[in-house]
């Protein structure tokens, strides 16, 4: 495993760690507090970059990537589905 690999997950999982209680708020209050204009292209750069990390065999750096996509993933779902309460 190359060092590279553990710092951007130890950066990944920080930034994880800091958006979890923007999505647990969301689902808590029922509110969409992301634009849609910030978590459209924030999920599908962060997929880009998921896949990218596996493509250089970064594979931790690409499984954290991917779970902040998700999260980035949830807030769009709260955006839309919350929008209408």
Same mark, same amino acid.
């Given at each position: 495993m190359?060092?590279?690999d553990y710092v951007i997950t130890g950066v990944v999982i920080l930034f994880s760690i800091s958006l979890l209680?923007?999505?647990l708020e969301g689902? $808590? $209050?029922k509110?969409?507090?992301i634009t849609l204009k910030t978590s459209i292209p924030t999920f599908m750069g962060l997929v880009v970059i998921s896949? +990218?990390?596996g493509t250089l065999n970064l594979y931790f750096s690409a499984i954290m990537s991917g779970?902040? +996509?998700l999260m980035w993933l949830l807030?769009?779902?709260q955006r839309v589905t919350y929008?209408?309460?």
């Open positions: 190359i060092w590279q209680p923007q999505v689902f $808590k $209050k509110r969409g507090y896949f +990218a990390y779970i902040v +996509a807030l769009l779902i929008e209408k309460v």
